[in-house]
Structures are given as structure tokens and as C-alpha cells.
């Protein structure tokens, strides 16, 4: 049973939807108004408050959920059902999804460091092309959300991703950490024969007029990149949040608040990344374990994996290879300044 249909619960589908719209109008139209190049502090403080809000929306849904499920015929006449025990799964259910969403953001990211140094975008620039891409994001998740919500209804819809999450895993595991190289991208080849390019960046404009020509600049062309890199991204997200949960309504919120600060975690991590080459581990391994409870763990614990141990996993996962990039990072950060120092010593 679905407990926020979207016919008795379209308002707040609206209501949240309105909400992201006034909150990225104020981010552009107020705090980016003018192209700047985004410092770290900055990122961090904005990175902050993505995250907040979307923890105090977590707390709101709680309190939320806790009454409706209490006072409303609709769940109170349900045999078996404990408002405040079925309020704190929907709000773990959130959480959980917000987190996966985030971790799984940040392969985005290093696809964004690439596309930015292949197109050649300065670092001021990078902002607007970001908040369009995410614009455009918002709107083909909420997409994919709406196609999931009725194909994962149909079980072998949730083996087939339970499988594709699996193996795009152990993809992602076994390609280590080498670096992307654009150059002979098959996306990239068919935008250049698309469109119209012009070779030099003009300002913050996406599109410029010479000769009576329209060409479109590298700026557009890192933006339409960026699209198509999340739809085939959301691929794998959206299924893997469906896992969690068979609630649209928490899918949607959660994956929408994660991809709200991926622009500053970007800028956050723009200059550290390298440092955290070995979280696609960490990522892979996520992916597979989502995909594991789609095609297996859900069946095998009466039709629903504990989400608090769902939480548990993940993070122990993600958190772990951080720390092991860091360990790694820190490690070779001493062998380079121990070289370093015995080839001085050695010229003295």
C-alpha cells in the first residue's frame, strides 16, 4: 500500500515543487546575480545549508507523517498500523534515500571536473552552467520518478534494475580510478556535429549571433553534456532510492534536495578530488548492495530489508572509503616529501 498517493497528496507535490522553485530564483537572481568564481568557504557555507534544509525537512515530514498517520481514517482504520513507528521508517526512509542520492552525487562531480577542463570553462562561468544543469536535472528526474513509481509495481521491473544496479557496480569497481578522457566521447563527437560551434567563450553567453549565424558556445555544450551525463546517472539513482522505499512522494523530495547542493558540494570538492579518488569504491559498493536487496535481501526478510540497517550499511560503506582515500592520500603526500628531502640532502 502506498501511504502518499499522489492523488490525495498532488498539493504537496506542488507545494514542494513551488518551494524549490523561489529557493533557486533567490539563488540566482540574488546570491549568483553576478558571475563570480566560487571560493571554498563560500561552497562550504552553501553546501551547509542545502544540507540543513533538507534536514529540517526531514524533521517537519517526521512531525508530519506523525499526525496524519494518527488522526486520518485512512491509516487509523488499517489493522496492525502504528502512526508513530510507521512515521519514523517514512522519516528514516528519507533520510536514507538523501544520503544514497548525495553519495551517488558525487561521481557527478568528477564528471563535472572533467567536462569543465575539456570545454575549457572558467571557473566564474562554471556556477551558471551548473544551477541550468541542475535545473534541467530536477525536471527529468521528476521524470524518471513518475515512470518508476509505476513500473516498480511490476516485479520483474525491480529484478531487472535490482541486476543492472549489480553490475553497473561491479563496473564501477573494477575501472579503478583512472581518469576520463573526452576526446573521443561519442556524446561530445555528436553535439560538434549538431550544432554550430564557435571556438571561444563569450562571457556567460550559451549562444552568440555572427554574420546572421546563431553558433552556440563551449558553454552550451558543457551544459547539454552535463544533461545527458545526469539522465544516464538517474538511471541508477532513482532505481537504487526505489529500493529503499515504494513511496514516490519520499523519492521525489529525497533525490530532489540531494541534487539541490550538488553545485556547491562541487565547489567544495573541486580542489580536494584527487584526494578522494578511491570513494568510487565506496560508491560501486553501495550500488551493488541496492541492487542485492532488489533482486534478493528484500524477499529474503519478509519483503522489505530493515531501512535502519539499510542507513547503517551505506554510510559505514561511504564513510569507509574516505578514510581510506585519506589514508592512501596522506600516505603518498609522505613518500613524495620524504623524496623530496633525500634528493635535496643529496645535492648538498
Known amino acids: 500500500m502506498i501511504l502518499f498517493p499522489f492523488y490525495d497528496y498532488w498539493w504537496f507535490y506542488l507545494g514542494f515543487t513551488a518551494f524549490v522553485f523561489v529557493v533557486l530564483a533567490l539563488d540566482l537572481g540574488v546570491f549568483h546575480k553576478k558571475a563570480h568564481e566560487v571560493g571554498f568557504k563560500e561552497a562550504s557555507i552553501w553546501t551547509t545549508v542545502w544540507i540543513s534544509l533538507a534536514l529540517v525537512f526531514n524533521y517537519l515530514f517526521y512531525l508530519y507523517a506523525q499526525y496524519r498517520f494518527s488522526t486520518h481514517e485512512r491509516y487509523t482504520s488499517l489493522p496492525n498500523f502504528d502512526p508513530d513507528t510507521q512515521a519514523k521508517t517514512t522519516a528514516l526512509e528519507f533520510l536514507t534515500g538523501f544520503v544514497v542520492e548525495k553519495s551517488l552525487a558525487i561521481d557527478n562531480i568528477f564528471v563535472f571536473a572533467v567536462v569543465f577542463a575539456y570545454f575549457g ?3 566564474m562561468y562554471q556556477h551558471r552552467v551548473l544551477f541550468w544543469g541542475i535545473l534541467g536535472a530536477l525536471a527529468f528526474r521528476a521524470i524518471f520518478i513518475a515512470m518508476g513509481s509505476v513500473l516498480m509495481q511490476y516485479q520483474w521491473v525491480v529484478l531487472f534494475f535490482g541486476a543492472l544496479l549489480i553490475l553497473t557496480g561491479i563496473k564501477m569497481f573494477f575501472a579503478g ?22 571556438p571561444q567563450i563569450e562571457g556567460q553567453k550559451f549562444f552568440i549571433k555572427k554574420n546572421g549565424l546563431t553558433y552556440v558556445t563551449p558553454l552550451f555544450l558543457a551544459l547539454i553534456f552535463l544533461e545527458l551525463s545526469d539522465i544516464i546517472f538517474a538511471v541508477d539513482s532513482v532505481p537504487a532510492i526505489f529500493a529503499l522505499t515504494k513511496e514516490p512522494l519520499i523519492v521525489f523530495t529525497s533525490n530532489i534536495f540531494a541534487i539541490l547542493g550538488l553545485r556547491s558540494m562541487y565547489f567544495m570538492l573541486a580542489g580536494v578530488m584527487d584526494r ?17 536487496k532488489m533482486v534478493w535481501l528484500n524477499e529474503a526478510f519478509g519483503g522489505k530489508f530493515p531501512i535502519n540497517w539499510s542507513l547503517g550499511i551505506i554510510a559505514l560503506l561511504i564513510s569507509g572509503s574516505i578514510v581510506v582515500s585519506i589514508i592512501i592520500d596522506r600516505r603518498k603526500q609522505r613518500l ?11 645535492n648538498v
Open 276 to 292: 578522494f579518488a578511491y570513494i568510487k569504491y565506496g560508491l560501486a559498493s553501495v550500488l551493488m548492495f541496492v541492487g542485492l
Open 177 to 198: 580510478t583512472k581518469p576520463q578522457n573526452l576526446e573521443n566521447n561519442f556524446i561530445v563527437k555528436q553535439l560538434k556535429k549538431i550544432f554550430r560551434v564557435h
Open 336 to 346: 613524495i616529501i620524504t623524496k623530496v628531502d633525500l634528493k635535496e640532502n643529496k
Open 121 to 123: 570553462i572558467p571557473k
